[in-house]
């Protein structure tokens, strides 16, 4: 594979608040990444790493942190330069993430699904000076890396880049979201408070580290607060049952996917999840009716969050709020978080834990709009509590009625017998597009049955399902999240006229 050229990665963006959020006591008046993970050393367990057999106290993960810095500076990585790497869930990927940012490093996870040229293609944005592929991370490349000369001090300024987190989707050249390095410190205090997380919680991650869920989950939190952070490799619902009984798993957090087959696997039974006490979901699916029935078969406060690559976790409700709050809204401003809705609907926001541009220059500009980030997503506002209700691209537009693909698949999940539900807009000659519904649900719900549900829920004619097609299993894309693109083709090949 061709090496990138080196390149060191710069701001695109400067926050218009930039002033405000670094007064005295503000959100960037704060340590680097390094210190604000750093203070707290314990013999509690940091991370446990079940594919690998390894557990590491606070107080020894602190040192691999220092070995790891000293070896990644031997081979060459100074302040400002990006380190790329590509690898499964694990204890090392953490290390790599917390060895940069002791040298103020840009630290640049790629997706370990990625394809070679996938990767290729997220490398040239970045140009990185070291980049460690799966076996180099699995293998003699990280062992040597680990026996460095400590750095026990860290070369970072809180404003310098700290990571580049490459968006996830089926089609399109992916963009490059830099964080710096007191943006994200910032985040992980506030969602520490927000959350409610003490030293005796234990978080299970299956969300992938190269994603912000992971990132933020894994890797932040239990470095501000000494929580135990446990990363899966590949999801396994079986194996997760496992864990969270083994581990006394607390909090867990990513798609309703990963819980709808945690609740559905063989081994489950509500002693099984018994230390599980707060789930937090965000993305497409996380309706009203999802949040009910996990809250009961969990016996865990279930609420919902929302937030993005660009902006992680900027909405989600406290322990104060009520359950009502926690399951029909994603949730109030967190800190100093601000929303505004467009003419059209469409969430715009801004705040300090805003990423600060793409590596493109000009992606950052038609996404920023005199310091608001466009979303692309459709939302409700009321009385400062937001429900997004679909993303802009997937309206349904039927002979003329603009239809949130996100109200429909909220319907549908509402009836008993529907664990999951994506609706599409199904090509048609005549309307344009009609509304097809693909849901993973017990006989004897077909079309007929949702026609009559959507009747009785007093739904309009125009937004009631014309298709439902059972699946056994959604197609998920790599962060857990229903593959839409491959649901419009399956639905586009099904169209008339279609062979």
């Not at 990665?9 to 400067?14: A, D, E």
């Not at 070369?155 to 399109?172: K, M, Y």
């Amino acid at each position: 594979m061709a090496a990138a050229q080196v390149v060191s990665l710069r701001p695109t963006y400067q926050h218009p608040r930039a002033g405000h959020y670094l007064r005295p006591g503000g959100p960037w008046d704060g340590p680097t990444l390094d210190a604000a993970l750093s203070a707290r050393r314990s013999d509690r367990d940091a991370v446990v790493d079940p594919a690998a057999g390894v557990r590491l106290s606070h107080s020894e993960l602190g040192d691999r942190i220092e070995q790891l810095a000293g070896g990644l500076r031997t081979a060459g990585v100074r302040r400002g330069d990006v380190v790329a790497w590509q690898a499964p869930n694990g204890y090392r990927p953490l290390l790599l993430f917390r060895a940069c940012w002791r040298l103020g490093a840009v630290a640049a996870p790629i997706h370990h699904q990625a394809s070679t040229t996938e990767a290729e293609r997220m490398l040239a944005q970045v140009g990185p000076r070291l980049t460690l592929w799966p076996d180099d991370v699995a293998g003699e490349r990280f062992v040597q890396l680990s026996q460095g000369a400590r750095v026990r001090e860290s070369a970072a300024e809180p404003d310098d880049i700290g990571v580049v987190l490459f968006t996830s989707g089926s089609t399109g050249e992916p963009k490059a979201a830099l964080h710096t390095q007191r943006g994200l410190s910032y985040k992980a205090q506030t969602m520490v408070a927000a959350h409610g997380l003490t030293p005796g919680d234990a978080t299970l991650t299956p969300a992938p580290l190269a994603h912000i869920s992971g990132l933020l989950n894994a890797v932040l939190l239990g470095g501000v607060t000494p929580i135990t952070a446990i990363p899966m490799a590949r999801w396994d619902p079986e194996r997760a049952l496992e864990l969270v009984r083994d581990e006394r798993v607390s909090f867990m957090i990513g798609p309703p996917t990963f819980f709808v087959s945690l609740m559905h696997a063989s081994g489950f039974t509500t002693e099984s999840v018994a230390t599980l006490r707060l789930v937090s979901c965000g993305g497409a699916g996380v309706t009203p009716a999802f949040v009910e029935d996990a809250s009961e078969r969990l016996g865990a406060r279930v609420k919902r969050t929302y937030g993005s690559t660009e902006a992680p976790t900027v909405t989600t409700t406290t322990p104060s709020d009520s359950a009502r709050d926690a399951r029909e809204t994603d949730g109030r401003a967190v800190g100093e978080v601000e929303l505004r809705l467009s003419s059209t609907g469409e969430l715009a926001l801004r705040g300090p834990e805003l990423f600060v541009g793409y590596a493109d220059a000009e992606q950052t500009s038609q996404a920023i709009d005199d310091g608001w980030f466009r979303t692309g997503d459709l939302a409700r506002i009321d009385d400062g509590w937001l429900t997004i209700v679909g993303r802009i691209k997937d309206v349904i537009i039927r002979g003329g009625e603009n239809i949130a693909a996100g109200e429909v698949e909220a319907v549908l999940e509402a009836h008993p017998s529907v664990r999951q539900a994506v609706a599409v807009g199904q090509p048609d000659e005549v309307m344009g597009e009609r509304v097809c519904a693909f849901v993973v649900a017990d006989p004897p719900f077909d079309l007929e049955a949702c026609r009559r549900w959507f009747a009785e829920r007093g739904i309009a004619r125009f937004k009631t399902p014309e298709r439902v097609v059972r699946l056994d299993e959604l197609p998920l894309l790599a962060a857990g999240k229903p593959d839409r693109a491959a649901l419009v083709r399956l639905a586009d090949d099904a169209s008339p006229g279609r062979k």
